[in-house]
């Protein structure tokens, strides 16, 4: 129960962050942040490992001669790409959020795994007093 806490309260400040970061790279329909589902999904995925850091470098990148994006987009901006995403990335906070995310995931899983394996151990002890 506290991991899929964890995941929708990063979903929904990955909304927050990256909803506008211009769709490239691994990222495609599904695998985005423009809403809250599409995050939770995607979220999912990255703590599966599934090729996190290649959407993390995406979401990160910043404007650039081989990035074409618009820093602090506006509407009329969005308006003008035809309703898709514009906007550009930052790896600071890009980083720091794909860390303590995958930190914590890691915490919680590891918590799991320890709580199988004394279980297991347990259960193993009293069948044979």
Not at 4 to 31: C, R, S, W
Not at 102 to 109: A, D, E, P, Q, S
Not at 114 to 129: D, H, M, Q, R
Request: aromatic share 16%; proline share 2%; glycine share 6%.
């Amino acid at each position: 129960m506290l991991m899929f806490l964890i995941i929708y309260i990063y979903a929904v400040i990955g909304t927050n962050l990256f909803a506008d970061v211009k769709m490239q790279g691994p990222m495609h329909e599904y695998l985005n942040f423009q809403k809250i589902a599409l995050s939770y999904l995607t979220l999912i995925r990255v703590s599966s490992g599934e090729s996190w850091i290649d959407l993390m470098n995406a979401l990160g990148k910043e404007k650039g001669e081989f990035n074409d994006c618009v820093e602090n987009p506006s509407y009329e901006d969005y308006v003008a790409a035809g309703y898709n995403p514009v906007g550009c990335g930052n790896y600071l906070i890009t980083y720091i959020f794909f860390f303590t995310y995958l930190m914590m995931i890691t915490l919680v899983f590891l918590n799991l795994f320890v709580a199988i394996i004394l279980n297991g151990y347990l259960e193993t002890k009293s069948e044979t007093e």
